[in-house]
């Protein structure tokens, strides 16, 4: 079910970014989803992209340090208290929510949220209990 | 000038006699060194040279030298030449790849020890109507009950404040009306900024002088120091291997540092061959301890680049007097008064799981120290969550903190961010100007 992931450790200086999008667009690779946390030293770029396989063997030939790990994604409703509803369920279940993200569908009336939390397994179980649709890499790709 | 000696005699003794004190002294402590310290006379004997052959100063050179790394070999009682019931203290350095430096006194040592510092004091200009603020720090590191023993003799009402708390240094030095201060360079200066914040004028503070050691310095540094607190800054050198603060001292003059040569004999020596250099060359400082009982130290090699001098001068003391340290023959750096060695870095790397590859930036901003250390991520350490490298960082500078005692900003980078030894690795980069 579950979306992969793909976090590059990024040092925090000019250019670095660009050089790292630089490789993924040279190798055919595109970015869906992506969202970045930084301390002045570096960032934690985090990335959902239409081949993962393909973009981990690319940074990875290029020396960056990378770690695949699988999250959660979730369809939600573009309105107001969409997102409050479908964190309500994850918080009434006790599951944690490390960080999270969110993008827009480009035709539906709809928002989707990746979900970074501790068990996979709990949170899209809970979700689709609420009745909520989870996504999943394949769906990203096609969007 | 005025003259202000604590043991004139010594102090303004002629050449000759003092040469001739210190050949006595020597031939008594080469005897004492070789029949109660196994490891020095093995050193001896493997040279062919017996303390028959040690008639006076000038047979010095025919004897071995000891080094760091026979501290190490010999920790802990190795070098003790007097049964630990005649001992009354120890005092330690942080020590490379964890094993510190641990020198022992009889009653005798800390008294000649605490001599030194007096004479240090006296000649700052103190007496019994200073009161004297010590705020080097106090327990092993011998800054502290150096000084205090010292500001004891002179009969300086004393403020063993130790170091740190700066609100309450502060208040003390302006209640108590603290004449005389004694601490490390970077924090005179710091506690001389903190006071000009709370807008304190140098005429309002009632330091008259301060003793400023432990640590590298310039010029320009005293000035600011000296400027900053309405002072006369003084320099006052030591090592825990032959004692502590108070080996070598400024006078008024401020060119260069009186060595105590009566009970610490000095040499500069050609760090390659080991050969004695004449007077006004370059070279390493050696010491040789000519009265200490429980850790008498022949002809140790300091590692610090020294030129020694003995011009006359305008203070009236005859000791000769050694220039600022220039440098060290070794990787030693020595940031915020402490000792680091590049390698105490590595083997904590390696103990907690990281390349030994690294990248030490030590800098002075505002007259402090700053001590960073670059390290690379790992593939098995890294993650995706950033409180985690976060929290590896501090945890990563805290061991580094438990090895060397002061405490580091760790830097995770990206690995092979930093150059590989094959590349020419620059382990340190010190953007101090010092020299």
């Not at chain 1, 827009?104 to 979700?127: C, G, P, Q, S």
């Not at chain 2, 025919?62 to 019931?85: C, H, N, Q, S, V």
């Not at chain 2, 404040?161 to 360079?185: H, K, V, W, Y």
Request: with cysteine; glycine share 8%; hydrophobic share 35%.
């Amino acid at each position: 079910m579950a979306i992969k992931q793909l976090t590059v450790y990024v040092q925090n200086k000019k250019g670095s970014m660009a050089a790292l999008t630089d490789v993924l667009a040279k190798n055919g690779v595109n970015i869906r989803a992506l969202s970045i946390a930084e301390t002045e030293d570096f960032g934690l770029l985090r990335i959902i992209v239409n081949d993962e396989t393909a973009a981990t063997k690319i940074l990875e030939e290029n020396g960056y340090l990378i770690k695949v790990i699988d999250v959660v994604g979730v369809k939600i409703g573009d309105k107001p208290g969409a997102l409050t509803a479908a964190l309500s369920v994850l918080d009434k279940a006790d599951v944690n929510v490390e960080y999270l993200y969110a993008f827009m569908a480009r035709t539906e009336k709809h928002a989707y949220v990746v979900l970074r939390v501790e068990d996979n397994a709990k949170a899209e179980a809970v979700l689709e209990g609420s009745g909520l649709h989870l996504i999943t890499s394949a769906d990203i790709c096609k969007l | 000038m005025s003259k202000n000696y604590y043991q004139q005699e010594i102090e303004t003794m002629s050449a000759e006699e003092m040469r001739k004190l210190q050949s006595e002294k020597l031939v008594k402590q080469v005897k004492h060194v070789y029949e109660n310290v196994p490891y020095y006379r093995n050193l001896m004997d493997e040279k062919g040279v017996t303390p028959d052959d040690i008639k006076g100063i000038e047979d010095l050179h025919k004897l071995p030298f000891l080094t760091k790394a026979d501290l190490r070999d010999a920790y802990p009682y190795g070098l003790l030449a007097k049964p630990l019931e005649e001992c009354v203290r120890i005092q330690s350095t942080s020590g490379t790849t964890g094993r510190r430096v641990v020198a022992f006194y009889t009653q005798n040592d800390v008294n000649l020890w605490e001599d030194c510092c007096a004479r240090a004091i006296v000649a700052a200009g103190g007496t019994n109507k200073d009161v004297c603020q010590v705020a080097y720090g106090y327990g092993l590191f011998t800054g502290g009950p150096g000084l205090n023993g010292g500001s004891h003799k002179v009969g300086c009402l004393t403020l063993p404040m130790s170091s740190g708390n700066t609100e309450r240094q502060i208040q003390f030095m302006t209640d108590l009306s603290a004449t005389i201060l004694c601490c490390t360079p970077s924090y005179a200066a710091y506690i001389g900024e903190t006071l000009k914040e709370q807008g304190y004028k140098p005429e309002d503070i009632p330091l008259k002088a301060g003793i400023f050691g432990a640590e590298p310095w310039t010029e320009e540094m005293r000035r600011n120091i000296e400027e900053t607190l309405g002072i006369k800054a003084y320099d006052i050198y030591g090592l825990t291997e032959t004692s502590g603060p108070g080996v070598a001292f400024e006078c008024e003059e401020q060119t260069g540092m009186h060595v105590n040569e009566d009970h610490f004999y000095a040499e500069i020596i050609d760090p390659e061959t080991g050969e004695v250099l004449p007077e006004g060359s370059k070279g390493e400082l050696v010491f040789t301890s000519l009265d200490k009982e429980a850790f008498p130290l022949l002809r140790y090699r300091t590692r610090d680049i020294c030129v020694l001098s003995r011009k006359k001068c305008s203070c009236g003391r005859t000791l000769v007097k050694m220039a600022k340290p220039m440098g060290r023959t070794d990787d030693m750096l020595i940031i915020r008064g402490v000792n680091v060695f590049p390698s105490q870095i590595e083997t904590v790397l390696l103990k907690e799981g990281y390349e030994p590859n690294y990248q030490i930036v030590v800098d002075r901003v505002k007259n402090n120290d700053t001590f960073e250390v670059n390290v690379e991520m790992t593939n098995e350490k890294f993650t995706d969550k950033l409180s985690e490298i976060i929290a590896m960082e501090k945890s990563l500078a805290n061991a580094m903190k438990t090895m060397l005692g002061i405490n580091p900003s760790v830097h995770l980078l990206a690995p092979k961010s930093i150059a590989r030894s094959e590349g020419k690795a620059v382990r340190v980069v010190d953007k101090r100007k010092l020299v």
